[in-house]
Protein backbone atom coordinates (compact mmCIF):
# COMPACT_ATOMS: atom_id res chain seq x y z
CA UNK A 1 0.00 0.00 0.00
CA UNK A 2 1.77 3.42 -0.86
CA UNK A 3 1.80 6.43 1.06
CA UNK A 4 -0.04 8.75 -0.77
CA UNK A 5 -2.80 7.04 -3.59
CA UNK A 6 -3.74 9.71 -6.17
CA UNK A 7 -7.80 9.15 -7.32
CA UNK A 8 -8.41 11.89 -9.68
CA UNK A 9 -7.28 15.42 -8.16
CA UNK A 10 -8.02 13.90 -4.40
CA UNK A 11 -4.91 12.71 -2.46
CA UNK A 12 -5.78 9.71 0.25
CA UNK A 13 -3.58 8.84 2.67
CA UNK A 14 -2.26 4.89 2.73
CA UNK A 15 -2.74 3.80 6.14
CA UNK A 16 -6.06 5.80 6.17
CA UNK A 17 -7.72 3.68 2.93
CA UNK A 18 -5.97 0.14 4.75
CA UNK A 19 -7.40 0.90 7.71
CA UNK A 20 -10.99 1.68 5.90
CA UNK A 21 -10.73 -1.91 4.27
CA UNK A 22 -9.81 -3.47 7.09
CA UNK A 23 -12.96 -2.10 8.81
CA UNK A 24 -15.44 -2.62 6.40
CA UNK A 25 -14.37 -6.20 6.06
CA UNK A 26 -14.29 -6.65 9.87
CA UNK A 27 -18.02 -5.25 9.79
CA UNK A 28 -19.19 -7.57 7.03
CA UNK A 29 -17.93 -10.61 8.60
CA UNK A 30 -19.67 -9.61 11.61
CA UNK A 31 -22.52 -9.42 9.85
CA UNK A 32 -22.65 -12.53 7.99
CA UNK A 33 -21.53 -14.59 11.19
CA UNK A 34 -24.83 -12.66 13.00
CA UNK A 35 -26.93 -13.61 10.73
CA UNK A 36 -26.08 -17.34 9.98
CA UNK A 37 -25.95 -17.60 14.21
CA UNK A 38 -29.60 -15.99 14.08
CA UNK A 39 -30.53 -19.24 11.49
CA UNK A 40 -28.97 -21.87 13.01
CA UNK A 41 -29.78 -21.22 17.30
CA UNK A 42 -33.37 -19.10 16.01
CA UNK A 43 -31.30 -17.14 18.68
CA UNK A 44 -32.61 -13.37 18.30
CA UNK A 45 -29.83 -11.87 20.03
CA UNK A 46 -27.32 -12.11 17.42
CA UNK A 47 -29.11 -9.87 15.07
CA UNK A 48 -28.53 -6.58 16.61
CA UNK A 49 -24.86 -7.55 16.72
CA UNK A 50 -23.63 -5.87 13.35
CA UNK A 51 -25.25 -2.81 14.05
CA UNK A 52 -24.20 -2.42 17.34
CA UNK A 53 -20.61 -3.03 15.99
CA UNK A 54 -21.37 -0.59 12.91
CA UNK A 55 -22.21 2.37 15.44
CA UNK A 56 -19.33 1.46 17.36
CA UNK A 57 -17.07 1.40 14.82
CA UNK A 58 -18.43 4.98 13.03
CA UNK A 59 -17.79 6.45 16.62
CA UNK A 60 -14.26 5.67 17.28
CA UNK A 61 -13.32 6.81 13.82
CA UNK A 62 -15.33 10.32 14.29
CA UNK A 63 -13.35 10.56 17.44
CA UNK A 64 -10.20 9.37 16.10
CA UNK A 65 -10.78 12.03 13.30
CA UNK A 66 -12.22 15.05 14.91
CA UNK A 67 -11.01 14.54 18.43
CA UNK A 68 -8.34 16.85 17.74
CA UNK A 69 -11.11 19.50 18.25
CA UNK A 70 -11.32 18.81 21.78
CA UNK A 71 -7.56 19.12 22.42
CA UNK A 72 -7.02 21.74 19.92
CA UNK A 73 -10.14 23.57 19.64
CA UNK A 74 -8.66 27.04 18.42
CA UNK A 75 -8.37 24.76 15.13
CA UNK A 76 -11.93 25.07 13.95
CA UNK A 77 -11.74 29.02 13.58
CA UNK A 78 -8.27 29.48 12.46
CA UNK A 79 -8.15 26.78 9.53
CA UNK A 80 -11.16 24.30 9.60
CA UNK A 81 -10.29 22.96 6.39
CA UNK A 82 -7.13 21.07 7.85
CA UNK A 83 -9.63 18.94 10.32
CA UNK A 84 -10.07 16.92 7.00
CA UNK A 85 -6.09 16.41 6.69
CA UNK A 86 -5.18 16.04 10.18
CA UNK A 87 -5.15 12.67 11.60
CA UNK A 88 -5.95 11.78 15.26
CA UNK A 89 -2.94 10.98 17.87
CA UNK A 90 -3.00 7.86 19.93
CA UNK A 91 -4.79 9.93 22.92
CA UNK A 92 -7.95 10.71 20.08
CA UNK A 93 -7.77 6.59 19.54
CA UNK A 94 -7.83 5.97 23.16
CA UNK A 95 -10.46 8.14 23.67
CA UNK A 96 -12.37 6.84 20.52
CA UNK A 97 -12.09 3.25 22.00
CA UNK A 98 -13.86 4.33 25.43
CA UNK A 99 -16.44 5.87 23.72
CA UNK A 100 -16.93 2.75 22.08
CA UNK A 101 -16.65 0.40 24.68
CA UNK A 102 -19.51 2.23 26.71
CA UNK A 103 -21.45 2.41 23.85
CA UNK A 104 -21.84 -1.30 23.22
CA UNK A 105 -22.03 -2.20 27.15
CA UNK A 106 -25.18 0.09 26.69
CA UNK A 107 -26.64 -1.43 23.90
CA UNK A 108 -25.76 -5.25 25.28
CA UNK A 109 -27.89 -4.31 28.10
CA UNK A 110 -31.01 -2.72 26.27
CA UNK A 111 -31.32 -5.43 23.86
CA UNK A 112 -30.16 -8.08 26.93
CA UNK A 113 -27.35 -9.51 24.79
CA UNK A 114 -25.22 -12.24 26.26
CA UNK A 115 -21.65 -11.16 26.96
CA UNK A 116 -20.04 -14.24 24.94
CA UNK A 117 -22.68 -13.77 21.97
CA UNK A 118 -21.13 -10.40 21.48
CA UNK A 119 -16.82 -11.32 22.22
CA UNK A 120 -17.55 -14.17 19.80
CA UNK A 121 -18.96 -12.60 16.91
CA UNK A 122 -16.47 -9.50 17.26
CA UNK A 123 -13.34 -12.01 17.28
CA UNK A 124 -14.30 -13.43 14.06
CA UNK A 125 -14.08 -9.78 12.51
CA UNK A 126 -11.49 -8.54 14.19
CA UNK A 127 -8.77 -11.34 13.02
CA UNK A 128 -10.44 -10.94 9.83
CA UNK A 129 -9.90 -6.84 10.39
CA UNK A 130 -6.00 -7.34 11.65
CA UNK A 131 -4.90 -9.90 8.62
CA UNK A 132 -6.25 -7.33 6.09
CA UNK A 133 -4.19 -4.57 7.99
CA UNK A 134 -0.80 -6.50 8.53
CA UNK A 135 -0.98 -7.64 4.43
CA UNK A 136 -1.68 -4.18 3.33
CA UNK A 137 0.77 -1.54 5.61
CA UNK A 138 4.30 -2.89 5.45
CA UNK A 139 6.11 -2.71 8.96
CA UNK A 140 9.85 -2.75 9.03
CA UNK A 141 11.73 -4.85 11.96
CA UNK A 142 15.12 -5.46 12.21
CA UNK A 143 17.67 -5.32 9.97
CA UNK A 144 18.34 -8.35 8.42
CA UNK A 145 20.47 -9.85 5.48
CA UNK A 146 17.91 -12.50 5.03
CA UNK A 147 17.02 -12.72 0.42
CA UNK A 148 13.28 -12.00 1.67
CA UNK A 149 14.19 -8.27 3.87
CA UNK A 150 12.53 -5.11 2.61
CA UNK A 151 13.41 -1.00 2.88
CA UNK A 152 12.20 1.76 1.44
CA UNK A 153 13.09 2.52 -1.94
CA UNK A 154 16.04 3.53 -3.44
CA UNK A 155 17.83 2.27 0.09
CA UNK A 156 20.24 -0.77 0.27
CA UNK A 157 18.85 -1.59 4.05
CA UNK A 158 16.87 -4.56 4.47
CA UNK A 159 14.75 -5.24 7.57
CA UNK A 160 12.40 -7.90 8.58
CA UNK A 161 9.16 -7.73 7.35
CA UNK A 162 7.08 -7.95 10.67
CA UNK A 163 3.86 -7.11 8.46
CA UNK A 164 4.12 -10.57 6.85
CA UNK A 165 5.35 -12.54 9.80
CA UNK A 166 2.32 -11.35 12.06
CA UNK A 167 -0.26 -11.83 8.59
CA UNK A 168 1.55 -15.82 7.76
CA UNK A 169 1.14 -16.46 11.58
CA UNK A 170 -2.33 -15.21 11.70
CA UNK A 171 -3.37 -17.98 8.72
CA UNK A 172 -3.96 -20.67 11.03
CA UNK A 173 -6.18 -19.30 13.59
CA UNK A 174 -8.62 -17.60 10.36
CA UNK A 175 -8.77 -21.28 9.37
CA UNK A 176 -9.50 -22.49 12.86
CA UNK A 177 -12.04 -19.57 13.58
CA UNK A 178 -13.99 -20.53 10.39
CA UNK A 179 -13.56 -24.62 10.48
CA UNK A 180 -14.58 -24.23 14.19
CA UNK A 181 -17.85 -22.13 13.63
CA UNK A 182 -18.79 -24.25 10.80
CA UNK A 183 -18.49 -27.46 12.20
CA UNK A 184 -19.01 -27.13 16.16
CA UNK A 185 -21.45 -23.87 16.12
CA UNK A 186 -20.17 -22.77 19.15
CA UNK A 187 -20.82 -19.15 18.77
CA UNK A 188 -21.57 -17.98 22.37
CA UNK A 189 -19.69 -20.32 24.29
CA UNK A 190 -16.51 -18.12 24.76
CA UNK A 191 -14.29 -20.83 23.20
CA UNK A 192 -13.54 -18.72 20.21
CA UNK A 193 -12.83 -15.63 22.51
CA UNK A 194 -10.53 -17.90 24.65
CA UNK A 195 -8.27 -19.63 22.21
CA UNK A 196 -8.05 -16.72 19.90
CA UNK A 197 -6.58 -14.80 22.90
CA UNK A 198 -4.30 -17.43 23.74
CA UNK A 199 -3.09 -18.20 20.03
CA UNK A 200 -2.97 -14.53 18.89
CA UNK A 201 -1.00 -13.23 22.28
CA UNK A 202 1.30 -16.35 21.44
CA UNK A 203 1.46 -15.78 17.86
CA UNK A 204 2.21 -11.82 18.53
CA UNK A 205 4.51 -12.44 21.11
CA UNK A 206 6.79 -14.70 18.19
CA UNK A 207 6.78 -11.69 15.96
CA UNK A 208 7.53 -9.38 18.01
CA UNK A 209 11.05 -11.45 18.44
CA UNK A 210 11.43 -9.46 14.98
CA UNK A 211 10.35 -5.99 16.03
CA UNK A 212 12.25 -3.12 16.17
CA UNK A 213 10.67 -1.93 19.33
CA UNK A 214 12.16 -0.58 22.40
CA UNK A 215 11.75 -2.38 25.91
CA UNK A 216 10.30 -0.81 28.52
CA UNK A 217 11.24 -1.49 32.38
CA UNK A 218 10.41 -4.49 32.39
CA UNK A 219 12.94 -5.65 29.81
CA UNK A 220 9.27 -5.94 27.53
CA UNK A 221 8.29 -3.74 24.90
CA UNK A 222 4.81 -2.36 25.10
CA UNK A 223 3.49 -4.44 22.18
CA UNK A 224 4.90 -7.74 24.00
CA UNK A 225 2.81 -6.21 27.33
CA UNK A 226 -0.52 -6.50 25.21
CA UNK A 227 0.58 -9.70 23.93
CA UNK A 228 1.58 -11.07 27.34
CA UNK A 229 -2.30 -9.54 28.97
CA UNK A 230 -3.81 -11.66 26.00
CA UNK A 231 -2.24 -14.72 27.05
CA UNK A 232 -3.36 -14.01 30.63
CA UNK A 233 -6.41 -13.26 29.80
CA UNK A 234 -6.91 -16.60 27.79
CA UNK A 235 -5.86 -18.44 30.63
CA UNK A 236 -8.13 -16.94 33.02
CA UNK A 237 -11.55 -17.40 30.84
CA UNK A 238 -11.72 -21.18 31.50
CA UNK A 239 -11.82 -20.59 35.25
CA UNK A 240 -14.24 -18.15 34.79
CA UNK A 241 -16.34 -20.37 32.78
CA UNK A 242 -15.90 -23.48 34.75
CA UNK A 243 -17.18 -22.04 37.66
CA UNK A 244 -20.13 -20.56 35.94
CA UNK A 245 -21.11 -23.91 34.79
CA UNK A 246 -20.95 -25.33 38.37
CA UNK A 247 -23.10 -23.23 39.36
CA UNK A 248 -25.23 -23.67 37.26
CA UNK A 249 -25.48 -27.46 37.72
CA UNK A 250 -25.30 -26.98 41.71
CA UNK A 251 -28.86 -25.10 41.08
CA UNK A 252 -29.97 -27.64 38.41
CA UNK A 253 -29.28 -30.54 41.05
CA UNK A 254 -30.92 -28.43 43.74
CA UNK A 255 -33.96 -28.20 41.27
CA UNK A 256 -33.97 -31.79 40.36
CA UNK A 257 -34.12 -32.85 44.35
CA UNK A 258 -36.88 -30.74 45.08
CA UNK A 259 -38.97 -32.07 41.91
CA UNK A 260 -38.76 -35.25 42.89
CA UNK A 261 -39.16 -34.84 46.69
CA UNK A 262 -42.49 -33.05 45.33
CA UNK A 263 -43.47 -35.98 42.94
CA UNK A 264 -42.73 -38.48 45.99
CA UNK A 265 -45.32 -36.42 48.03
CA UNK A 266 -47.60 -36.88 45.36
CA UNK A 267 -47.80 -40.34 44.72
CA UNK A 268 -48.50 -40.95 48.33
CA UNK A 269 -51.37 -38.12 47.83
CA UNK A 270 -52.63 -40.43 45.30
CA UNK A 271 -51.96 -44.00 46.88
CA UNK A 272 -54.30 -42.83 49.90
CA UNK A 273 -56.64 -41.65 47.70
CA UNK A 274 -57.27 -44.33 45.27
CA UNK A 275 -59.69 -47.33 46.52
CA UNK A 276 -57.34 -50.24 46.75
CA UNK A 277 -58.06 -53.51 44.94
CA UNK A 278 -58.33 -57.42 46.30
CA UNK A 279 -55.09 -57.60 47.50
CA UNK A 280 -55.12 -54.02 49.56
CA UNK A 281 -52.64 -52.63 46.65
CA UNK A 282 -53.55 -49.90 44.41
CA UNK A 283 -54.44 -50.90 40.42
CA UNK A 284 -52.03 -48.92 38.67
CA UNK A 285 -53.95 -50.03 35.84
CA UNK A 286 -57.13 -48.08 37.07
CA UNK A 287 -55.30 -44.86 38.08
CA UNK A 288 -53.08 -42.21 35.92
CA UNK A 289 -53.27 -41.04 32.43
CA UNK A 290 -54.14 -44.47 30.91
CA UNK A 291 -57.16 -45.33 32.85
CA UNK A 292 -60.44 -46.56 30.99
CA UNK A 293 -63.42 -43.82 30.92
CA UNK A 294 -65.96 -44.97 32.73
Excluded at 222 to 246: E, K, S
Aim: glycine share 8%; proline share 5%; hydrophobic share 45%.
Amino acid sequence: MPDVLQIGPLQLQGKLVAVLLAAMLGLWMIGIFSRRSVRRTQDMQAKPISDIAFNAAVIMLLTWKLGILLTQPSMLWKSPLKILMVSGSSMEILLGLLFACVYTYIQLRKHAIRLYVFLDIFTLGLTASLFLVCTLLPVYGLPTDLPWGIGPEGTISRFHPYHAYTAFLLVPLLIWQHAREWRKHSIGQGNLLKYSLLYGGAAGMLASLFAAAEATVVYLSVPQLAYLLMIILGMLLPTLAHNTGRRELMNMSQNDSKTQVQQEQQNKEREKAAPAGKEGFVDKKLDGPNRPST
